[in-house]
T-cell receptor, first 112, second 115 residues
Framework: DSGVTQTPKHLITATGQRVTLRCSPRSGDLSVYWYQQSLDQGLQFLIQYYNGEERAKGNILERFSAQQFPDLHSELNLSSLELGDSALYFC???????????FGQGTRLTVV | AQKVTQAQTEISVVEKEDVTLDCVYETRDTTYYLFWYKQPPSGELVFLIRRNSFDEQNEISGRYSWNFQKSTSSFNFTITASQVVDSAVYFCALRGTNAGNMLTFGGGTRLMVKP
């Protein structure tokens, strides 16, 4: 158990819909990262938050947004969903700097 | 820009064979960190090891060993006496020290260990 909790584990939704993925980082970790794993793109970094502030952005679509709350949990919002958004979405947390990034079990999103 | 290449997309071995997974990286950062993760069929990403760019000492943990060679920008992973439970996808990743601390992943190597 990595200590990073993601909910839900599975999500099936229709095109055009909006979903929210939730992540609770390990106790004490201020930094949260979101990654997307798809068959064609592999594991790609989406966005990073540190102590409530956005710190870095990767290949995140404009239809996607995230935030980190004062209790340090984070949410990834995906809207206007398309079939191609079907993927495994991971959250990871770490102590900022050289710390290892520990990953949650992921949320498998299927858009039908 | 950072890049991680895992040239072996799939490897199949018979149990008890040794197997080496290759990882080559590119970065302009002088300080960086290298990682290996395991993704078993259940899907989670399991952290295996982190190495920083200043420490080229090889590491051994049980049946696992890692060979970091800065001169060739490689960070290879060897499993000795492989077991069926080692079957998984293995990812090599790189974290720089500029512009955030995100990981750049290689494409992964699928290891199949047959009984």
């Amino acid at each position: 158990d990595s200590g990073v909790t993601q909910t839900p584990k599975h999500l099936i939704t229709a095109t055009g819909q909006r979903v929210t993925l939730r992540c609770s980082p390990r106790s004490g970790d201020l930094s949260v990262y979101w990654y997307q794993q798809s068959l064609d793109q592999g594991l790609q970094f989406l966005i990073q938050y540190y102590n409530g502030e956005e710190r870095a952005k990767g290949n995140i679509l404009e239809r996607f947004s995230a935030q980190q709350f004062p209790d340090l949990h984070s949410e990834l919002n995906l809207s206007s969903l398309e079939l191609g958004d079907s993927a495994l979405y991971f959250c990871a947390s770490s102590v900022l700097g050289a710390g290892e990034a520990f990953f949650g079990q992921g949320t498998r999103l299927t858009v039908v | 820009a950072q890049k991680v290449t895992q040239a072996q997309t799939e490897i199949s071995v018979v149990e008890k064979e040794d197997v080496t997974l290759d990882c080559v990286y590119e970065t302009r950062d002088t300080t960086y960190y290298l990682f290996w993760y395991k993704q078993p069929p259940s899907g989670e990403l399991v952290f295996l090891i982190r190495r920083n760019s200043f420490d080229e000492q090889n590491e051994i943990s049980g049946r696992y060993s890692w060979n970091f060679q800065k001169s060739t920008s490689s960070f290879n992973f060897t499993i000795t006496a492989s077991q069926v439970v080692d079957s998984a996808v293995y990812f090599c990743a790189l974290r720089g020290t500029n512009a955030g601390n995100m990981l750049t992943f290689g494409g992964g190597t699928r290891l199949m260990v047959k009984p």
